[in-house]
C-alpha cells in the first residue's frame, strides 16, 4: 500500500511486530522466523496519519510479555498518531483498551511506551506556550484497562523528540546512590546537558531530574541513541 513504510520493527521471541505507515497507521504481528503473518490492525487511515520526520514518528510500541508462551503471542500496547494508546490482544489484535489525553492534544505529543506487568508509563513532548523548548511528561496506566493513575512533569527544556531515550537505570552514569531502580527517561537538555529522571518515581523528592552528563566547553553533545 502507498506510503504505508515501517516505522518502526520489534521482537519478543518467535514474535515480530511492525508499526507501518504515517502515524503508525498499521500495527502486524508475523512469526519471527517464517514470516508468516499472525494478525494485522488498521489504527486509523493512512491518509490522516501524521507525517514522519527525523526522531519522530509518531508512534511507538512495546510488548507485554507477563503470561507469553510460545502458543500465545503477548499482547501489544501501542501509540499512534502520537495521540492514542491502545492494548491489543496478542493472540488475534482485538483493542482490549484505548486511551487517549484528556487535556489539549494539540500542546501535547505521545512519543515513548514502556510496558511492564501492571503499569504502562507513556511519555509525551509538552510543547510550552511562548518557549521554543518542549518539557516532558509521564502519564502511568493500568496494564489491566487503561486507567490513568498518575502523571507528573519533569523540569525539562528540548527541542525535539529525537533528543529523548528511555533506559536501564544501571546504565546511567553519576546517578546518585538513592537513584530509583527501573526504567529512566533521558534527554539532551537545552544547557547542553544529558539529564535523565525515572518514570516510576516513589515520590516526587525522587523525580528530580539529574545530569548524567555535564556540558563539555570543547565539544557539544548534538544527539542520543
Do not use: C, M
Amino acid at each position: 500500500e502507498k506510503h504505508d513504510q515501517v516505522l518502526l520493527h520489534k521482537q519478543f521471541g518467535e514474535v515480530a511486530l511492525t508499526l507501518s505507515g504515517n502515524g503508525g497507521a498499521n500495527v502486524r504481528i508475523y512469526h519471527a522466523f517464517t514470516g508468516y503473518l499472525i494478525w494485522e490492525s488498521k489504527l486509523h487511515s493512512i491518509a490522516d496519519g501524521l507525517l514522519p520526520v527525523p526522531g519522530f514518528q509518531a508512534a511507538d510500541a512495546a510488548f507485554l510479555t507477563e503470561g507469553a508462551t510460545a502458543e500465545r503471542p503477548p499482547d501489544v500496547v501501542v501509540i499512534s498518531n502520537a495521540q492514542t494508546v491502545r492494548r491489543l490482544d496478542g493472540a488475534y489484535g482485538q483493542e482490549v483498551w484505548k486511551w487517549q489525553p484528556e487535556d489539549d492534544i494539540s500542546r501535547r505529543s505521545l512519543i515513548r511506551v514502556i510496558a511492564n506487568k501492571d503499569k504502562i508509563h507513556v511519555v509525551s513532548l509538552v510543547r510550552n506556550a511562548g518557549s521554543t523548548y518542549s518539557s516532558l511528561s509521564v502519564s502511568t496506566l493500568s496494564a489491566h484497562n487503561g486507567q490513568l493513575l498518575a502523571t507528573h512533569d519533569i523540569p525539562s527544556g528540548l527541542s525535539s523528540a529525537a533528543d529523548v531515550v528511555v533506559v536501564a537505570w544501571s546504565t546511567l552514569p553519576n546517578l546518585p546512590p538513592t537513584a530509583n531502580p527501573g526504567s529512566w527517561v533521558a534527554w539532551l537538555n537545552k544547557d547542553g546537558t544529558v539529564r535523565a529522571a525515572p518514570l516510576d518515581p516513589p515520590s516526587k523528592r525522587f523525580a528530580q531530574p539529574q545530569v548524567v552528563y555535564p556540558k563539555r566547553p570543547e565539544s557539544t553533545f548534538t544527539g542520543l541513541v
